[in-house]
């Protein structure tokens, strides 16, 4: 009897180890999806067509097409219709090449760079830019720091340029330049330290990026440069969801402002137990924790919301909230919520700079894990809505 009690204690064990297993791996293989999609834009030339020739040149590309200022594309008209491979093509005749001038999500402002004739509306654009086969890739840093997420993005992009028939600088190779000429990964933003350190490896092109914070969400931005030149090929970017796996890689330098003792900015608002003031943060709104304990009626959370901007603005979990706002702890289970002063219909309402502190209750269960990750999606509005995800992770029962 003993002995099977041990054996089903022990199989829930590994079950628990395979679903977190198993989530790590999901959104790993998500961020390389991501990851893949970053490396296509960044090798792939995009076409489009000339939207308006009247007065400035406009063109139907814009920053979701990842096209940049000073980018150049060849300019053609579509002529008589030819079968190729069974398929009929339309013969094509230069017309030019137009730089761009301004971009826009949609569109682009352009300049003729090169005319051999007058450039009209539904003339095809062709991106023109150099193609490199071997690449130097630097680190992409995240709020000036490495993290989990930042190691699997330099890993899966040397992965995907290799896939494509590219060489790939060696990792030690670049950090033996990289000592040599003492500079630090964060620092590889600048072209023309690009296009030194490029000239130094023999390599063609090198890839600078960053993972930016943008609330619920990481923005990954590359560009490749042309070390010959010093000049941008091309630029894009990615984003990737900030679930709780993702905040698990970017090991919580978001959710928890790590403190060495003495005075901190933040010190005020940590709750007693809590070894680490742990906190979420965006461009209008900073929530902290105050206090995370065990209570009756569950686990409960109390949180300090403080608006960061000039204006009020309304904040509320979102509909539907009970679903999207929970705890995961570090053994895997998940604990949903049960209510909240967020969850209330209309609302809260922040004015500028002042706190307002609100609890959430969770479900508890027996036998949990001992750090938890809370997550939850907001709703915001004033004279529009704004939804963001929020994480907060490394918290510890009091």
């Known amino acids: 009897m003993e002995k099977a009690k041990c054996l089903g204690v022990l199989s829930v064990f590994v079950l628990l180890a395979l679903f977190c297993s198993i989530r790590t791996t999901s959104a790993q293989s998500e961020l390389a999806a991501k990851v893949e999609e970053l490396a296509d834009k960044l090798t792939s ?8 020739a009247e007065g400035e040149i406009i063109i139907n590309l814009g920053e979701k097409d990842c096209v940049y200022e000073g980018a150049r594309f060849e300019v053609v008209r579509l002529g008589e219709i030819i079968i190729v491979g069974n398929k009929p093509i339309h013969k094509e005749r230069p017309v030019g090449e137009i730089e761009i001038t301004k971009v826009r999500k949609e569109m682009s402002y352009a300049k003729a760079a090169t005319s051999y004739a007058q450039i009209e509306k539904g003339d095809k654009v062709y991106q023109k830019r150099r193609k490199v086969s071997r690449i130097a890739l630097t680190e992409f840093p995240y709020a000036d720091n490495l993290n989990n997420l930042t190691k699997n993005v330099y890993e899966s992009l040397s992965i995907a340029f290799a896939q494509k028939g590219m060489q790939v600088v060696e ?5 033996k330049v990289l000592h040599e000429q003492k500079i630090a990964h964060s620092g590889l933003i600048d072209i023309g330290t690009a296009k030194r350190l490029g000239q130094l490896l023999a390599s063609e092109g090198m890839v600078l990026g960053t993972a930016t914070d943008m609330g619920n969400y990481v923005a990954i931005r590359a560009r490749l440069v042309d070390v010959g030149k010093g000049v941008v090929i091309t630029a894009a970017q990615v984003e990737v969801m900030k679930n709780p796996e993702v905040m698990a890689m970017l090991d919580t330098r978001i959710g928890t402002l790590r403190t060495t003792g003495g005075s901190s900015p933040h010190n005020d608002t940590a709750g007693k137990g809590q070894k680490e003031d742990s906190f979420y943060e965006n461009d209008f709104v900073r929530i902290e924790v105050l206090s995370f304990s065990r209570q009756p009626d569950g686990l409960v959370l109390k949180l300090k919301y403080t608006n960061r901007t000039n204006k009020p603005f309304q904040m509320i979990l979102e509909r539907h909230g009970h679903d999207k706002t929970y705890l995961v702890d570090d053994a895997g289970n998940q ?6 002063e967020m969850m209330q219909r209309n609302g809260i309402e922040f004015p500028p700079q002042v706190p307002r502190i609100s609890t959430l209750v969770f479900r508890d269960q027996k036998d949990g894990g001992h750090e938890f990750i809370f997550s939850s999606k907001y709703q915001t509005w004033d004279l529009s809505t704004r939804e963001f995800f929020a994480s907060i992770s490394r918290l510890r029962l009091q």
């Open 45 to 52: 030339s995009v076409s489009g067509e000339v939207a308006s």
């Open 171 to 175: 990792r030690s190779q670049l950090e």
């Open 335 to 340: 604990y949903a919520c049960k209510e909240g």
